[in-house]
């Protein structure tokens, strides 16, 4: 029976908490399952900024970024593509769910901007399990599409050597931990059962 349904920037906090349990990332992750709304003007602007950039790639909006970079964008894309695309799966007692950015031709493609490119910086990232949930649907790769404001990267993780035991594992870790917090939890939508008027409702 179903009990959990996690999404990804959700479980990917979990795993910031996990790399550094402070009392600070622990109210951050806290928040993040609460669905509290972000304040912090940095963090907003870095939003906006990659929101506006996913646009001018995918939907031709009107944007100030250098042409070259969104042409360059689009010209990595699939010739045949949906965006926006939603995806799940279940593993045991957890629905996992979200949006892709692209799916089209075998791949799975996520549009990130950062400040500072780093390398391998997608290795553990809960997107990855986009990938798992649609391989046996014949997509082979997850590529990260990734733009600093300068220069274009893309980072591939191939379905055939991926390992995505580590995400499986740490998403039912994460089960445990609502589990455990759960009279912290004042939103309840990770909670199915509770959705549904089942066991605690």
């Known amino acids: 029976m179903l009990r959990y349904q996690f999404y990804p920037t959700l479980l990917n906090e979990y795993h910031r908490y996990l790399a550094n349990p402070s009392k600070d990332a622990f109210d951050m992750l806290i928040n993040r399952i609460n669905r509290v709304p972000i304040t912090d003007p940095e963090l907003l602007k870095k939003f906006g900024k990659g929101i506006s950039f996913e646009s001018a790639v995918l939907k031709d909006k009107p944007h100030q970024f250098a042409p070259e970079l969104v042409s360059g964008a ?9 965006s926006q695309q ?51 649907a014949g997509f082979r790769q997850m590529d990260y599409l990734i733009c600093d404001f300068n220069k274009l990267y893309v980072e ?23 589990e455990e917090h759960k009279s912290l939890i004042t939103d309840k939508k990770i909670f199915i059962e509770e959705i549904q008027g089942g066991l605690f409702a």
Do not use: C, S, W
């Open 74 to 82: 689009r010209e990595m894309l699939p010739t045949k593509l949906k």
């Open 86 to 136: 939603f995806i799940q799966f279940t593993h045991k007692d957890i629905r996992f769910y979200g949006y892709a950015d692209v799916v089209g031709e075998g791949r799975v493609i996520d549009i990130k901007t950062t400040k500072t490119h780093r390398p391998n910086r997608h290795d553990f990232n809960f997107q990855n399990l986009y990938l798992y949930a649609l391989k046996d």
């Open 156 to 178: 591939t993780y191939d379905a055939e050597v991926y390992d995505f035991n580590y995400l499986l594992n740490e998403m039912e870790q994460f089960a445990a931990f609502v």
